[in-house]
């Protein structure tokens, strides 16, 4: 470990060649990122002599909130990361570029830091304690497309549903226009503004993404109408539902089955292996979302975020709070 060297780049033009498969760790997300409103890239670099052997992703994001403090910054990182084939020491790497990036977003007076997505739930668990972060119990959910048909994994209820939306009429396509993507985008700041913790990025990063080719829009229409839809991202062999939405008192269960299914059916379509649900959110006995989302037949998997509040009284609180 001596000789592995952290280096942190916040500007696309110092960013050395890379070799990136996962997308929320790529230069090509960095630059995406670089150029959306409220964000700010982090790419922590690990080199082990001149050769990189990991980096990894983190987005420094200014949030507001109805209460104090109302303007803030967040820490985001979704994984632990990407590594070489040859590593072998992963979460020692990986224990080094945490700590580095923890101590740079603490000069930029970031409030608190957040890691989800990990590849397995303990990977990094003494590496994250170490640096005074704290559990807190997840849930996430994703559909295995390879090895059976989707229509198979469909619930009694999910299948009524569905019937029930097409002969309302409601319709699901690919839109690709930049007005269709606002008027998504309107539909998606109505849906989600009363769920105080979801936070949603300036239009421009999914503007960016969609040029690039980076991530799918399906909208739902009835009558000519959009009334919902949805937000694909790929990387690798996976697909990801980052964000489903649907005009509020129109159907709006029946707007999500048709939206979510179409996207379902078009990943199996496209040889992706799993379509994972982003941010199904905390395990609950009563969860309406996640519960819509496993009618679909999906997995849940308990799971671990990590965060780290910057003030330490708070920290401490929150720590013994969701204490295990």
């Not at 994250?128 to 497309?145: A, D």
């Not at 969860?287 to 998997?301: A, D, M, Q, T």
């Amino acid at each position: 470990m001596n000789e592995i060297k952290i280096v942190i780049i916040s500007k696309s033009e110092n960013l050395p060649p890379m070799q990136c498969k996962k997308l929320f760790h790529s230069d090509e997300m960095f630059k995406i990122i670089e150029k959306t409103p409220g964000q700010k890239p982090y790419m922590v670099i690990a080199y082990d002599k001149e050769n990189i052997v990991a980096h990894m992703l983190v987005m420094l994001r200014r949030r507001g909130s109805l209460f104090p403090p109302y303007l803030f910054t967040q820490g985001r990182a979704y994984g632990e990361g990407e590594y070489s084939p040859d590593c072998n020491n992963k979460e020692e790497i990986f224990g080094e570029m945490l700590k580095s990036i923890t101590r740079e977003l603490r000069k930029a007076l970031c409030l608190y830091i957040e890691f989800s997505d990990l590849s397995t739930k303990m990977f990094g668990y003494s590496k994250f304690r170490n640096n005074g972060f704290f559990p807190v119990h997840w849930m996430e959910i994703h559909n295995s497309l390879h090895s059976m048909k989707p229509e198979k994994r469909l619930t009694y209820k999910m299948r009524k549903l569905l019937i029930n939306a097409n002969r309302a009429g409601l319709k699901t396509n690919i839109s690709t226009t930049d007005k269709e993507l606002n008027d998504f985008f309107k539909i998606l700041k109505n849906y989600i503004s009363i769920k105080i913790r979801r936070y949603i990025p300036d239009i421009k990063l999914f503007r960016e993404m969609l040029n690039n080719g980076c991530c799918n829009l399906f909208t739902t229409t009835h009558k000519g109408t959009m009334v919902g839809g949805c937000i694909c991202v790929y990387s690798e062999s996976n697909c990801y539902m980052w964000y489903l939405a649907a005009k509020k008192n129109f159907f709006t269960k029946r707007t999500n089955a048709i939206t979510a299914w179409t996207a379902i059916r078009h990943a199996y379509a496209e040889g992706y292996n799993h379509i994972y649900f982003m941010d199904v959110g905390l395990p609950f006995k009563r969860n309406n979302f996640r519960e819509f989302i496993l009618s679909f037949g999906g997995k849940p998997v308990g799971t671990y975020r990590w965060f780290r509040c910057s003030i330490k009284w708070i920290n401490k609180l929150l720590s013994w709070s969701y204490r295990e």
